[in-house]
């Protein structure tokens, strides 16, 4: 499902505008964001957890040339479902 698709589903699901829809989507994923780099994490209970992963800094190999290259740590976002989602699938 990609952006559109959810915005179309919140819209039949809702009864709001596509419009609105849109929004509310925009919405959510700005207030995640927001909440990931504030706070490290965002709980929904029943849904699932973001959280803020780190990774160390690591050796790894280009591909096309075989060199060892040394890739920077970084931080990634981790999501766990929860139980009700889990029962779903």
């Known amino acids: ?3 559109s698709q959810l915005v179309d589903a919140v ?3 809702s009864g709001l505008t596509i419009k609105d829809s849109e ?3 925009d919405a959510f994923v ?3 964001k927001e909440g990931l ?3 490290g994490n965002v709980q929904l209970i029943g849904f ?3 959280s803020v992963g780190e990774r160390s ?3 790894g190999i280009n591909p096309r040339t075989g060199q060892k290259i040394e890739i920077a740590a970084s931080k990634t976002v981790k999501f766990k479902a929860g139980a009700k ?3 779903i699938l």
């Open 1 to 3: 499902m990609n952006k």
């Open 11 to 13: 819209a039949n699901n």
């Open 23 to 25: 929004k509310a989507v």
């Open 30 to 32: 700005a207030a995640v």
């Open 37 to 39: 780099k504030s706070d």
């Open 48 to 50: 699932g957890s973001f």
């Open 57 to 59: 800094a690591r050796t």
């Open 85 to 87: 989602l889990k029962e």
